[in-house]
C-alpha cells in the first residue's frame, strides 16, 4: 500500500525566516512525487513534478528536493504570500491515481 | 486557457437526498479524477476515467457512489441517500496521457463543498 507522510503538521515562519517541509513516502514503483499548494477553501495548485532520485526544481522561492525515500520542500526567504497548506503526493507506475500525504500548514508573519 | 470546472461552487442538502456534483475538465484532457478531501486532509481518491470509461473506481466508498462520463469530456458524481458522514470538499483533476500511456500532471478544479444536515 502507497504511504505518504508530511512533516511537521503545521510551520509558524516569521517573513525571512528559511525552513524546509518534509514528505516520506513508500510505494510500489515510483512514477512521479508532486507537491502542490492549497489555499484555505480552493483547490490544490501545481508547484512541481519529481520523478527520480537527485532530481531538483526551482520556482521563485521555492525548491523541491529527491531522494528514494523522502522529498523536501525549501522555502527561502518567505513572504507572508506563501502562507498555505503544501500537499505532496506520489503516483505509482501504472496507476492513474495520486496518494496524498496530510499536508503541511505553513503560515509566514510579517 | 479555462482551468478544470466544478459545480456548484457549494451544495447543502438533508441526509437522505440525493446529489450531482459536475466537471467539466481541461479541453483536451482525456483524464479524469475525482477526490474527496475531508478538513485537515490531504485528498482521498475516488474514481479515474480515461476516455469515457473508469479505468479506477477502487476509491468509492461504497455503491451509494457512482461517476459517469458519458462523452468523454464532462463527469458527474452522483450521490445517493447521501449521509452527514459524505459532508466534504469534492475535487475533479484532468490530465493528458503521455506517449508512454502514463498520466501526466494533474491539474485541479476549485471544488465543490458538500454539507449534508
Known amino acids: 500500500e502507497d504511504q505518504v507522510t508530511q512533516s511537521p503538521e503545521a510551520l509558524r515562519l516569521q517573513e525571512g525566516e528559511s525552513s524546509s517541509l518534509n514528505c516520506s513516502y513508500t510505494v510500489s514503483g515510483l512514477r512521479g512525487l508532486f507537491w502542490y499548494r492549497q489555499d484555505p477553501g480552493k483547490g490544490p495548485e501545481f508547484l512541481f513534478t519529481?520523478?527520480?532520485a537527485g532530481e531538483e526544481k526551482e520556482k521563485e522561492r521555492l525548491k523541491a528536493t529527491l531522494t528514494k525515500k523522502e522529498s523536501f520542500l525549501h522555502i527561502t526567504a518567505p513572504k507572508p504570500e506563501d502562507s498555505a497548506t503544501y500537499l505532496c503526493a506520489v503516483q505509482a507506475r501504472r496507476r492513474g491515481k495520486l496518494q496524498f500525504g496530510a499536508g503541511t500548514q505553513v503560515v509566514v508573519t510579517p | 486557457g479555462a482551468g478544470v470546472s466544478q459545480t456548484p461552487s457549494n451544495k447543502v442538502t438533508e441526509k437522505g437526498k440525493y446529489v450531482e456534483l459536475r466537471c467539466d475538465p481541461i479541453?483536451?484532457?482525456?483524464?479524469l479524477y475525482w477526490y474527496r478531501q475531508s478538513l485537515g486532509q490531504g485528498p482521498e481518491f475516488l474514481i479515474y476515467?480515461?476516455?469515457?470509461?473508469?479505468?479506477?473506481d477502487s476509491g468509492l466508498p461504497n455503491d451509494r457512489f457512482f461517476a459517469v462520463r458519458p462523452e468523454g469530456s464532462v463527469s458527474t458524481l452522483k450521490i445517493q441517500r447521501t449521509e452527514r458522514g459524505d459532508s466534504a470538499m469534492y475535487l475533479c483533476?484532468?490530465?493528458?496521457?503521455?506517449?508512454?500511456?502514463?498520466?501526466?500532471?494533474?491539474?485541479f478544479g476549485p471544488g465543490t463543498r458538500l454539507l449534508v444536515l
Open positions: 519529481l520523478y527520480s
Open positions: 476515467f480515461q476516455g469515457t470509461g473508469a479505468a479506477d
Open positions: 479541453s483536451g484532457h482525456t483524464a
Open positions: 483533476a484532468s490530465s493528458s496521457i503521455g506517449t508512454s500511456g502514463a498520466s501526466e500532471t494533474q491539474y
